[in-house]
């Protein structure tokens, strides 16, 4: 369960299996009662997504398409359903507005999970950045908590970063990234971040 005020980042290189462990992380929300709804750009956090080889599918109970939650929000105001939102083209711009416009939505709904994956696709936009960092400073007041998934920390926008409650994290060895875990964990944790294998992971909360 995450509480109101929480936000976590799962981050790490391809293949360290951040998207599974935000998968894991909003099942166990699923599993204490909290509603859910996740941007999922590759369609694979719901039980009815995209499954391959290398992916898991997430515990969401179905996904919807992102024009139609846009052209009709009432499902995810007014009800009570969680699923995974998805987008209806991988171009940053379309998917920019896309985040922003559903957000939004899920800002006004209040009382849910909101989660975000594949940061690096979208996450230049300074309309992203806006309603990330309002997110992450203000959610708690709608009881909104936040879990995003991202290859790499500069990913996640330093106000954000700033609120960050939990970070879990695979290997991470661009001096940038580094020095943004350290810059919010602290150095001691962020000088074993570079020095994880492949699998491994390490994670840091806030006290």
């Not at 369960?1 to 391809?14: F, L, N, P, S, T």
């Not at 936040?146 to 879990?168: C, E, F, G, I, N």
């Not at 602290?186 to 000088?191: L, Q, S, T, V, Y």
């Amino acid at each position: 369960m995450m509480q109101a005020h929480e936000c976590h980042a799962y981050v790490g290189k391809r293949g360290s299996r951040k998207s599974t462990r935000n998968k894991e992380n909003l099942g166990r929300c699923l599993k204490a009662g909290q509603r859910v709804i996740a941007f999922d750009p590759h369609n694979e956090y719901a039980q009815d997504g995209h499954a391959t080889d290398e992916v898991m599918l997430g515990p969401l109970p179905s996904s919807r398409e992102l024009w139609a939650v846009l052209a009709d929000p009432s499902e995810l105001l007014e009800g009570d359903t969680s699923f995974a939102v998805v987008p209806d083209s991988l171009e940053e711009e379309d998917l920019a507005r896309g985040f922003d416009e559903l957000a939004r939505l899920a800002y006004e709904a209040g009382d849910l999970v909101f989660s975000a994956d594949e940061l690096v696709l979208y996450f230049m936009s300074a309309r992203v950045q806006k309603r990330l960092n309002f997110l992450a400073t203000q959610g708690r007041h709608k009881k909104l908590p936040l879990a995003l998934a991202a290859q790499r920390m500069v990913h996640v926008p330093y106000t954000t970063r700033t609120q960050l409650t939990l970070v879990d994290t695979g290997k991470q060895d661009d001096p940038d990234d580094v020095a943004a875990i350290a810059k919010r964990c602290g150095k001691d944790f962020a000088e074993k971040v570079p020095k994880l294998k492949r699998g491994e992971r390490l994670v840091w909360q806030d006290e």
